[in-house]
Every structure is written in structure tokens, then in C-alpha cells.
Nanobody, 112 residues
């Protein structure tokens, strides 16, 4: 499975960004992790083909994950961005047999 991420960039605090990640085939779970300098990679959000979602505590209520199963694409709408959201965001996918796949990272920088 290949993952192609897009989106990201520089935004001011309080602003919004949307990330997209397209998979080369249908896969059970897709989502995003992020890693800031000097910190461990952490879950941002994930979603199953059935629409079951999970969010990291730090983004709950501000970020929304969704997916278009027909396009094998997952979206991450990020609102009310904070400087601490600055990180490299990685798209990931997990098959029903628990094989993991990772896309290339995309930089999100929240700064005035």
C-alpha cells in the first residue's frame, strides 16, 4: 500500500489547514501521527472504513478526521491551530491483518 500525503504549510495561530492522504488501495484504518522536534511520535487521529474515529487528547475538539472510501482518501481538518501543533505529520494506514504503512511526512508550522 502506498500513501500520498498533501497539504500542510505555514499558518498563523488560530488558523486552519487541511491535510489529505490517498492510499493506493482500500485499507481498514487510516490516520495521522505527528512528531515534533525532540518529542515522540504521537497519534493525532485515525478512522476506520466504517467511520469509527479516535483522536489524540491534545487535538480533541479542534481537529476532525474524515474519509472518502470511494477514493481511499483520508482528510484531517485542523482548526484553531496552536504553536504546539507544529510538527511533521505522517499519514499512516493499518490493514485488517495489522500491517502498517507510512506515508512521507508533511510539515505543519503554526507561527505568527
Amino acid at each position: 500500500v502506498q500513501l500520498q500525503a498533501s497539504g500542510g504549510g505555514l499558518v498563523q495561530p488560530g488558523g486552519s489547514l487541511r491535510l489529505s492522504c490517498a492510499a493506493s488501495e482500500s485499507i481498514f484504518r487510516m490516520g495521522w501521527y505527528r512528531q515534533a522536534p525532540g518529542k515522540q511520535r504521537e497519534l493525532v487521529a485515525r478512522i476506520t472504513t466504517g467511520g469509527i474515529t479516535n483522536y489524540g487528547d491534545s487535538v480533541q475538539g479542534r481537529f476532525t478526521i474524515s474519509r472518502d472510501n470511494a477514493k481511499n482518501t483520508v482528510y484531517l481538518q485542523m482548526n484553531s491551530l496552536k504553536p504546539e501543533d507544529t510538527a511533521v505529520y505522517y499519514c499512516f494506514a493499518r490493514s485488517i491483518t495489522w500491517e502498517d504503512y507510512w506515508g512521507q511526512g508533511t510539515q505543519v508550522t503554526v507561527s505568527s
